[in-house]
């Protein structure tokens, strides 16, 4: 072979460089960052800012003044409608069973009002062991007087599904949803469950 022949050998080889058959790195970023690489950054980023952000929305808002003493207003309608409800179920044979259900779901809300209290302000406020103990005169305790009537407690349930409607429109998110469903299941045992 002639020294021309062999230059043109290394010619080729030096085009033949260029095109690559397997990945040749390139230094053109400090690090290397493959498609698999890139997805699994832009997971970890995802999940970092899902973690930061749910972190931020449970934790403990704090609640004072109007909107506790909302909250707190209604945890007390609530134990003292079901005391009625309870009462009146003495009173009216014919309607125990469905001021029972009355009686089971103003408990049920007093419990889902105690426990959101209990959430934002970290001091739960359950009035009805407190009730049992106590030597002054609760609203949640049995009226001493007669026992209601019927129309009196459509006429405590009306009042307490308004109080607690007014009371949502003040509020916004979970305890806005909470008020309203209160509102909504005051409004349906009034006039559907005793009717």
Known sequence: MTTHG?????????????????GVPTP??????????????????????TTVSV??????????????DSLTAQLRAARSDA?????AATAIPDYAAALGIVA?????HADALDTEIARATGIST??????????????T?????????????????????????EAARNESGYRAGLLGSISA?????ALVVLA
């Open 28 to 49: 053109i970023a400090p690090f290397a960052l493959s498609r698999r690489g890139l997805f699994r950054l832009a997971g970890a980023a995802v999940l970092s800012a």
């Open 104 to 108: 089971a779901q103003r408990t049920e």
């Open 141 to 165: 305790t049995a009226p001493t007087g007669p026992p209601p009537d019927l129309a009196a407690v459509r006429d405590i349930l009306t009042t307490s599904a308004r109080s607690a409607a």
């Open 6 to 22: 062999r230059r043109n050998m290394f010619v080729a080889r030096a085009g033949a460089a260029i095109w690559h058959d397997v």
């Open 55 to 68: 972190s931020v929305a449970c934790g403990r808002e704090e609640i004072s003044g109007p909107a506790l």
């Open 185 to 189: 299941s005051c409004t349906v045992s």
């Open 126 to 139: 359950d009035t009805s062991s407190a009730d049992t103990t106590s030597a002054g005169p609760t609203t």
């Open 83 to 87: 005391a009625d409800a309870t009462a």
